[in-house]
Each structure stands twice: as structure tokens, then as C-alpha cells.
């Protein structure tokens, strides 16, 4: 092992392929928030007036079981090019080049953002052809694609088929959308740590913090190859820092307390998004209201578990459990920003007080093929704070995934231990009492967050940020 390190995402040499736009749940989730504050304001019910709606029949298909005070929401970037978008190049059909999935958590006041990255393979569902699109096998794609041979509605049922996420609306915006509402509230202030440069985004932007335009805006979110590592991951990445800037932007009061700025607002969000049809204003404003006095570090934006595709260093697959993890906690209503049942505990067990460092035994059994490795976590998990009872080699369990095992009622220490590694899965198993074993299986990827910077919560293994934090080098 070499030393500590931060938890990387697994994108694999992700090759050439189209640049996308950005994420537009930013600009939803805003306008939505604004939505509820515009008592004063009956203009606002004529500008919503301008949302384009399409009929999608989810009766054909077999859908997961919908949660009640959750309202999950399919979040589609267009990359269709026709009209004021053909300017971003030529691309056959009509497919999301950005995908997301918007968890709103009504009780809570919460809200979880996962990305589906655009150059995932997924088993895709068959979809039957309809007015405009020929329809498609069930096989193995991008998933992305089902849009393509199947419209909406094929996306909606591949979506809902591959991650067990009940889905109760989409909505779709372009790319002049995103310019138009960028510019309507003034620009978005972001601090750009090394100079950009990439002809295919249009982008050229100096190194520090500036305000964005919403030309440059749609540059920096779709550029690629000219920033981080020139994959998707690390755009999402980009895209996800800019989407905390841009709710912090529209939230100011600079922005609420302006009816001329919201008009110019809402009015772009309205002229460029496409619905389902039962994404009434009464349905948003429901959503608008819970979410008015939420704190943006209630919003937590995360790209669902990745590693390489076995066949094609292009690809990417999700990685399981965590991904799976993620989307059953999605969809039974679990506040993944760290609000109720985050298996805290206290002596009176209601939640009170969180389990330390100091309060986790752990031992620590090496199944790799790397002499020491074994103390040398025990030297890092030290320094954290655990209390290490022992290393050794493997001699009851032996998995080849690392893995926390915990006795009945210490799954919270166990999550605590897991949430400092890069990769491991937590499972209970008999004859363990109050001390963990952790085994260093052959995908030992490291530590990720030291354990003072982790809690509970299962975006610990997302690599996940809320739109309160923005890292930045300014």
C-alpha cells in the first residue's frame, strides 16, 4: 500500500466520444424553489403555461413500488440537434446525453441528485415501436440509448428497470435553455483552478475566479478532454461543482427579491423543458414548498458506483452492491443527506449521540498478495482512532471484495470502519461480539475519507458532494 490516498472513481480510459451538456436539475430545482415564493406574483401560473408535455403510458410495463413523501424525478439532458441547437454540431437522433435521477424527499426537506453517466452498459429492456422511433430488442447498451429507438417512454421503463426506482415524472431540457437561464440571473461565479482551452466546448477561460456567462457556462459543463482526466466521471465531477454554484447564484436574495430577474428565470426554464404530463404547477409548487427552507448542504449530488467495463476500456458498469445499495435506499424513502434513521446511536438508542472512532475494536486480516499490508492499516486506522485489536492472515473468512464484518447491533461501527475505505461492503455474521474484522480482500483499493471526515450516511461510498460544498483553488 502506498500511503493514504482519496477514494477515486473508477472511470476507466474512457475514449473518444461525443461531448455532452450539462446537468439541468440545477436550473429545475431552483426554478422549483422559486415557484414557492412567488405568492405575490399571479404572472407566474402564465409562464409555466409555456412547458411543452408529452403523454408517456407507464401502464405497459411492471414498475417498482412507489414511497409515499418521496417524489422521484427523471432528469434528461437533450442533446437533439435542430433549430437554435443544431450550432453544437450534427449528431443522428435523439438521445440524453446528461441522465439523472432527482430523489425530493417531502418529509424531510431533502434532496439526493444521482447521475447516470452516459457511457454506462446496462441490460436494457424491449421497447415497442411508436409514432417516430422504430423500438428496440432487449440487449445490452449504453443507457442512454433507449431513448433513441423508443422515445421517452422507453427511457423512462429502461430506467425504472435497471435501478428498481419508482420514477413519477421526467423532464427534459436543451442546450439554449441552459445558456438562456444562466444569463437570466446575471452569470454564475466559479473559481477555475488551471486555464481551459478546448475548441470542440468553444471554451478558452483564465485560470481564477470569475463569473461565467451562459455561453461559457455550457462550454465548462460540456468540456472533457481539456479538463481533469478526460473522462465523463471527471465532467460529472465539473458539472456537479457547477451546479452547487449555480442553486447558491439563484438562491442569493440578490436573485429572490428581483421580480424582473425571476420573470427572466422562470421564463427560460418554462420555454425550454418538456414534462410528462402529470407535472402539473400544483404538483411543483408541492415540491417548491417542501424544499423552500431547505440548506444546500440538504442537496447532495452523487454518481452512482463505477468501475471499468471488463470488455471495453470506453465503457463503464456499476458497481455492485453499492450501486444497488444506493438505489433500494432511493427508492424506501432514506434521507441519504443525513437527516432521519442514520443508524446513530446513543445509550438510550434514539439517535442521539454518533458512534466514534475511539468506541470501534477491529481486526484486521490481509486476503492479498501484499506482504504487510495488513500493518500497515492497522497503522492508518491507528492514527484515525480505531482501536485494532490484532492483524493476521485470513482463518474463518476469506472474500475476495473487502469487507467489514460485524456481530448483531454494531452494523453502525461497521458503516463507520467502511466509510473510511475506498471499496468495502459491510455484512453481519455470528460470533463477532463488539469487535469488527475487516479482511483486505484482492480489490483493496486504500482509504478514502479519514473517519473524523465520515459519518454514516451511505453517500460515504458515492464520492458524493451537496451544493453547499464546492471545492475550489481561488
Known sequence: MAGRRSAPRNSGALGAARLTPGQWIACVATALAIIASLGGYGWYQGLIGNITTAQVDTDEWDRPT??????????????????ENAEYGEVEGERPDTMLIAS????SGAATLVNLPRDLMVDLPGCEAVEGYEGMQAQQGMINSAMTFGGVGCQWKAVEQVTGVHLDHFLMMDFVGFKDMVDAIGGVEMCIPEPVDDPKAHLVL???????DGEDSLGFVRSR???GDGSDLSRIDRQQEFMGAMLRE???????????TITRFLGAVTDSITTDEDLTVDTMADIAISMREVDLDRVQFVTVPNGAHPADQNRIIMREPSASELFEAINNGVDLAGGKDDGKKDDDGDGADAVEPGDVSVQVVNNTAVEGLALEIQAVLVQDGFVVTGVGNPETRAPEATTVYHGPGDEAAARLLAGTLTNATVEETEGLEQTLELVAGSDWEGFGASSSESDLSITDDLGGVTAEKQESAC
Do not use: F
Request: cysteine-free.
Open 206 to 212: 483564465e485560470a481564477g475566479l470569475q463569473t461565467l
Open 66 to 83: 412507489s414511497v409515499e413523501g418521496v417524489m422521484n424525478i427523471l432528469i434528461i439532458g437533450s442533446d437533439v440537434r435542430s433549430g
Open 225 to 227: 478532454y481539456s479538463q
Open 104 to 107: 425530493v424527499n417531502v418529509d
Open 250 to 260: 439563484v438562491l442569493s436574495s440578490d436573485v429572490m427579491t428581483s421580480p424582473v
